[in-house]
């Protein structure tokens, strides 16, 4: 394996001399930095550049931990992540379920790390984040200077999906809840519940995971039941396509005979029949942002501003009912 002493050798230089001409750093003649340049080239010498970031104490290079590489909800934060990477000088690891997560992190193997993986825990990242070592947090809240919890606007959406149901003259709603660990489930039920409380309404919760299955599970729950509600809200769109799936199966229609809210703006929720009302957020803005604020505090050491990504309800047709057109003459 060719060497730094290699180099210098052929070249005719000290190997300082060869450090300055390859990092164009130093005070060598332009000739000399052109001979050092031709024999590396010659000897098909490359530098060490986990060597060099190690004197620096740099890796340049971002960890992204996230739950699953599957699904157009992630691939869209990760494109967002990549985007503005791509601008600067550092790499990319992204590893799903945290498998890695332990070692990358203590053995210091990434300068900065973007976390969307509710099995990371979090007393791990407290213990693990410093001035060193910042951490974006995508799915929870956790007070440290640190730590940028940059989440969505969860509030926002909901109020705009339950004003809009609550709009259209439905009183009997229902919830269907993702995992009970995950803070945008709480938050979404939190505030749908709010909402309903503040009109005088009482929502059933139902429970769920985040999967399509749950949701349909508990649509055939709530037909066998035969009370269904008038609009159902689902903390995500999987859940509320499969809500959709029980109802088809049972003969009944959305929204004819109950409208249904998702969340995440999947695209399937534009294709599929009913194209199905959802809130939705930009994820590739989500994720430009995690990492346009972490390389800014590593870079610049400017700190974290605290926002949250804008969420907003789209209506389709899954929620919105035509009003019946009345006879004339």
């Given at each position: 394996?060719?060497?730094?002493?290699?180099?210098?050798?052929?070249?005719?230089?000290?190997?300082?001399?060869?450090?300055?001409?390859?990092n164009?750093?130093?005070?060598?003649s332009?000739?000399?930095?052109?001979?050092?340049?031709?024999?590396a080239?010659?000897l098909?010498?490359?530098?060490?550049?986990?060597?060099r970031h190690l004197?620096?104490?740099?890796?340049?290079?971002?960890?992204?931990f996230?739950?699953?590489?599957?699904g157009?909800?992630y691939?869209?934060i990760?494109?967002?992540?990549?985007?503005?990477?791509?601008?600067?000088?550092y790499?990319?690891?992204?590893?799903?379920?945290?498998?890695?997560?332990?070692?990358?992190?203590?053995?210091?193997q990434?300068?900065?790390a973007?976390?969307?993986?509710?099995?990371?825990k979090?007393?791990?990242?407290?213990?693990?984040v410093?001035?060193n070592?910042p951490?974006?947090?995508?799915?929870?809240?956790?007070?440290?200077?640190?730590i940028l919890?940059?989440?969505?606007?969860?509030?926002q959406?909901?109020?705009?999906?339950?004003?809009?149901?609550?709009?259209?003259?439905?009183r009997?709603?229902?919830?269907i809840?993702g995992?009970?660990?995950?803070?945008?489930?709480?938050?979404?039920?939190?505030?749908?519940?709010?909402?309903?409380?503040?009109?005088?309404?009482?929502v059933?919760?139902?429970?769920?995971?985040f999967?399509?299955?749950?949701?349909y599970?508990?649509?055939?729950?709530m037909i066998?039941?035969?009370?269904?509600?008038e609009?159902?809200?689902?903390?995500?769109?999987?859940m509320?396509?499969?809500?959709?799936?029980?109802?088809?199966e049972?003969?009944?229609?959305a929204?004819?005979?109950?409208?249904?809210?998702g969340f995440?703006?999947?695209?399937?929720?534009?294709?599929?029949?009913?194209?199905?009302?959802?809130?939705?957020a930009?994820?590739q803005?989500?994720?430009?942002?995690?990492?346009?604020?972490?390389?800014?505090?590593?870079?610049?050491g400017?700190?974290?501003?605290?926002v949250?990504i804008?969420?907003?309800?789209?209506?389709?047709?899954s929620?919105?009912?035509?009003?019946?057109?009345?006879?004339?003459?």
């Open positions: 394996m060719t060497t730094i002493r290699d180099v210098a050798k052929r070249a005719r230089v000290s190997v300082t001399a060869v450090s300055y001409a390859l164009n750093t130093g005070t060598i332009e000739e000399t930095r052109q001979r050092v340049l031709k024999a080239s010659e098909n010498y490359y530098p060490n550049a986990f060597a004197k620096k104490r740099k890796t340049l290079t971002l960890g992204v996230i739950t699953s590489f599957g157009q909800f691939e869209e990760l494109e967002g992540i990549h985007q503005t990477v791509l601008k600067t000088e790499e990319l690891i992204v590893c799903p379920q945290a498998r890695s997560l332990r070692k990358m992190l203590t053995q210091r990434v300068d900065g973007i976390i969307f993986d509710y099995k990371v979090s007393d791990i990242l407290l213990k693990l410093s001035p070592f951490i974006v947090v995508m799915d929870r809240f956790l007070e440290h200077e640190c919890p940059l989440l969505l606007d969860n509030a959406g909901v109020r705009e999906a339950f004003d809009h149901l609550y709009g259209q003259g439905f009997r709603m229902a919830f809840a995992a009970v660990d995950s803070l945008d489930n709480t938050e979404r039920k939190q505030t749908f519940l709010e909402q309903a409380a503040a009109q005088g309404l009482s059933p919760v139902y429970q769920g995971n999967t399509r299955l749950s949701g599970d508990i649509g055939r729950i066998r039941g035969g009370d269904l509600p609009a159902v809200f689902c903390a995500n769109d999987q509320a396509i499969g809500f959709i799936e029980a109802m088809k049972a003969g009944l229609r929204p004819q005979d109950v409208a249904v809210v995440d703006d999947i695209l399937i929720a534009r294709y599929m029949q009913p194209s199905l009302s959802t809130v939705g930009s994820r803005e989500w994720g430009a942002a995690a990492a346009t604020q972490l390389i800014q505090f590593l870079e610049e400017k700190p974290f501003e605290h949250r804008p969420a907003h309800l789209i209506v389709r047709e929620s919105h009912r035509l009003e019946k057109s009345t006879p004339t003459g």
